[in-house]
């Protein structure tokens, strides 16, 4: 029998990659019916609309699809310099924790944008979008992304497949998990599509909840690794920070 997977960090839980990608499946709701129609997650489907209206001449349509998915890639770029620069404030911090900061505070900025407003919102949340995918990649040691599911589909029937054949458990279990953060973003999606005809712009807010649990929950399990690390190792917590934290990017 194999044993249970345990996450070696707070960002590797399932109930952390839930919350995640339900607001990942409402960002992307929202936007497609509150802004425009456009995707701010599946960049993707921009970019074969923009190569469409390129095609036909319709240049300020090409531009609307153009923007997010620079924005996308500023993001990602975001992430990553974060992840570089984060000096650690207190024990229980971590760079992904200011990741999740800097999402809730635009999604919020977003939901007060009129429409107007709709090609900088939509390059906010497809921002926000690439910050997500960028820094949370992993649920259980496995990939996955919090933002779309065509990964996340193939992972789960590929397993679903090899424990048919081999009836191991933890393919199962991998599966399950699989399956699980799916039905999450489609709980998410269902949201962002049914309030968003009664709440418009303003439902982008309801991503905020979401991620500030997460980020509580990230910071309740950091700070019981870190306590336990410090009674094991007789350091102080801030010296738990580095020799138990090797690889201070995870």
């Not at 390129?54 to 974060?82: D, T």
């Not at 910050?131 to 990964?151: D, H, K, P, W």
């Not at 929950?217 to 336990?228: A, C, D, V, W």
Request: proline share 2%.
């Amino acid at each position: 029998m194999e044993k249970r997977y345990r996450a070696k960090q707070a960002s590797d839980s399932l109930l952390v990659g839930c919350l995640l990608s339900a607001s990942g499946g409402l960002q992307d709701a929202y936007t497609y019916n509150v802004r425009d129609e456009v995707f701010a997650n599946a960049q993707t489907g921009n970019i074969v609309l923009m190569g469409q209206n390129i095609a036909l001449g319709n240049w300020g349509a090409a531009l609307r699809y153009l923007l997010p998915l620079l924005a996308f890639a500023a993001g990602v770029y975001a992430a990553e310099s974060i992840r570089t620069h984060f000096r650690t404030k207190g024990v229980a911090m971590h760079w992904r924790h200011e990741v999740l900061l800097v999402e809730a505070v635009l999604l919020f900025a977003v939901g007060w944008m009129p429409q107007e407003m709709n090609l900088l919102a939509n390059v906010l949340v497809s921002f926000v979008c690439a910050m997500q995918v960028e820094s949370f990649r992993e649920l259980e040691g496995n990939s996955y992304a919090t933002t779309m599911c065509i990964g996340n589909l193939r992972s789960a029937m590929e397993n679903l497949y090899y424990w048919k054949k081999t009836r191991e458990d933890l393919r199962r279990h991998k599966a399950a998990v699989y399956g699980i953060v799916i039905l999450f973003f489609l709980i998410g999606a269902a949201i962002g599509g049914v309030l968003s005809r009664r709440w418009a712009e303003r439902t982008i807010l309801l991503c905020c909840p979401p991620l500030l649990l997460a980020f509580a929950l990230m910071l309740r399990i950091r700070s019981r690794r870190l306590r336990f690390l410090s009674l094991m190792t007789g350091a102080e917590e801030d010296e738990a920070v580095v020799t138990g934290e090797v690889d201070s990017s995870q």
